[in-house]
């Protein structure tokens, strides 16, 4: 028996702000950079951390859906993307809304073994 796996496709959705990792990924996404809040040093945070565009390799679920990957164990990762538009949210709600899917064998194992 074949299982079938439906594949990502572009979609055409409007929002604020609506990110499918295409290709093009890093022309919109920045490696974050900070500075500690005392005016008498000039230090950054040790955002280190590379960044990479996969699919995942563990519970995949839609062939073709990728996703932000960092690639450094135990670095500290920052990353950001600028909306295409000032939002105002003036009496309503906003709902940021993402999905985290572990990749490494040290972080979802204990989570798949109590399935």
């Known amino acids: ?36 809040e005392d005016s008498k040093t000039d230090e950054e945070w ?5 960044w990479a565009v996969e699919e995942p390799h563990v519970l995949k679920g839609i062939e073709g859906d990728k996703g932000l990957v960092v690639k450094n164990p135990a670095a500290h990762h920052a990353i950001s993307a600028k909306f295409n538009k000032r939002i105002d949210n003036t009496d309503k709600t906003l709902v940021v809304q993402y999905e985290v899917k572990l990749q490494s064998k040290s972080l979802y194992q204990p989570i798949i073994s109590n399935l």
Request: glycine fraction near 2%; aromatic fraction near 14%.
């Open 46 to 50: 040790a955002y280190v951390g590379t």
């Open 1 to 36: 028996m074949k299982v079938l796996i439906p594949c990502s496709q572009p979609s055409d959705i409007k929002a604020p702000f609506f990110e499918q990792f295409t290709d093009d990924w890093d022309s919109r996404w920045k490696p974050s950079h900070a500075k500690k």
